[in-house]
């Protein structure tokens, strides 16, 4: 059990919990490790665990509106740490920018943040019930049961319950968010009622307090309590909250807000281990997953295929032959798409175009990454190009096409069957 500390000093115990940093005691031989990739407008967090998920490196960058920069920096760094000493099997990529990085470094999976999010926190603690993620720019409400994700809520168009918000008005206050904030909103006496409605009107009530003279203090513990009632009133929107929240994303940092959660809920708020990077270690934990399958799939296909090698050769009178003799393949590790660490090295351009395709008119950005053909996109509000097109050749069957071929055979016959038979009785056969 690991046993992490919260504001109170209480201890937290998860029972589940295996996510440890173990990047000290990396041995010299090369360990299979999974990474996981969470592409977000306001962070880019990269994870890596081995088989055991073990946690044995993670990134949290800033994204800057240069996710490829991004997704480099967190490639060279976690390269630099335990590139030498990890072999990647499998690579998985989640967030807004999931499908463009996906192609860029080569993922063989890619997944929603929600389920991301949920597999994370189900893992650390199989009887979390409810999920709190706060970002830079979206916010999301989870619910689980048994571990299943029954329903779930983002926020819409408005940012007012984000941490860009949060951080905007800290810089009007002259406060930083990441040193002084918490510390001044605890020392509030009487904070300031800010409202949960959209950014406009909380700045500008934010302006009207200050100028009547109201304590920064009491503003920013006026602003703690505004994100929770703008996630509560506009996310979560009276669905059910249970009794085991995990409370997770980079706001979490933030003290004062998760005792914002705790004092308007009336309920205990657990901040689970690497929370800024919960979402990328979802992506690992999925792509291990997704591993696993992969290779107990292959194993089946082999056992197939030696029954019928073994068929063959008792049909033909030869000795039958042992196990050990006969093993078909070996799939010890699935081969990856992913382009490796040394990704970071290779150069790309950068172009831009205007997509005429609909009356939004999106800058879309196009990259061509030396030594690769084809592009990538990024920047557009849909999918248009965000997602690339491969041609892919499939065994699966047309049944569709199967059934109306058989259909109008059947048709065909019977009709054939009816003009036979009228001809018989015209010839009084």
């Known amino acids: 059990c690991n046993e992490i500390k919260d504001k109170n000093s209480s201890l937290i115990t998860h029972h589940r919990l295996r996510i440890t940093h173990h990047a000290s005691r990396i041995t010299h031989s090369r360990i299979k490790a999974f990474l996981g990739i969470d592409i977000g407008s306001i962070s880019t967090n990269l994870a890596v665990i081995d088989e055991n998920c073990n946690l044995l490196s993670k990134r949290y960058l800033m994204t800057a509106g240069q996710p490829i ?72 409400y989870i619910s689980l049961r048994d571990g299943v994700i029954v329903d779930f809520e983002m926020n819409k168009a408005c940012a007012a319950g984000t941490g860009s918000f949060l951080e905007e008005q800290a810089e009007k206050l002259s406060i930083s968010v990441k040193d002084d904030f918490a510390s001044l909103a605890f020392s509030s006496e009487n904070p300031c009622r800010l409202g949960e409605r959209c950014t406009v009107f909380m700045e500008n009530s934010l302006m009207s307090n200050l100028q009547r003279g109201a304590d920064k203090n009491n503003l920013l513990a006026g602003l703690a309590y505004s994100i929770v009632q703008n996630y509560i009133n506009r996310v979560v929107a009276g669905k059910p909250i249970g009794e085991n929240i995990f409370f997770q994303g980079g706001v979490a940092f933030n003290k004062s807000v998760v005792a914002a959660f705790e004092k308007y809920l009336g309920k205990k708020i657990t901040v689970p281990p690497n929370h800024d990077v919960t979402g990328a270690i979802g992506m690992a934990l999925i792509a291990k997953d997704r591993n696993a399958l992969c290779v107990k799939r292959d194993k089946s296909k082999d056992r197939n295929a030696l029954c019928v090698k073994r068929n063959e050769l008792k049909g033909a009178s030869i000795p039958p032959v042992t196990h050990h003799a006969s093993r078909v393949t070996h799939h010890a590790s699935r081969v990856t798409s992913f382009k490796g660490f040394e990704l970071s090295k290779r150069p790309y351009n950068i172009s831009s175009f205007e997509c005429k395709g609909c009356p939004n008119v999106c800058e879309i950005n196009r990259i061509k990454i030396e030594g690769e053909d084809g592009y990538l996109f990024y920047g557009g509000r849909c999918e248009k190009y965000d997602i690339r097109k491969k041609k892919t050749s499939s065994e699966i069957p047309d049944i569709f096409g199967f059934r109306d071929e058989m259909l109008w055979k059947e048709h065909n016959d019977r009709k054939a069957l009816c003009v036979m038979s009228n001809e018989l009785k015209g010839t009084s056969i």
């Open 69 to 140: 920069e991004a997704v480099k920096q967190g490639l060279k760094e976690i390269g630099e740490e335990v590139g030498d000493n990890v072999e990647i099997i499998c690579v998985g990529t989640t967030g807004s920018g999931r499908y463009m990085i996906a192609d860029y470094v080569g993922a063989d999976i890619v997944k929603n943040e929600i389920t991301a999010q949920a597999t994370a926190a189900a893992f650390i603690d199989r009887n979390v019930d409810t999920i709190f993620e706060i970002g830079g720019q979206d916010s999301k």
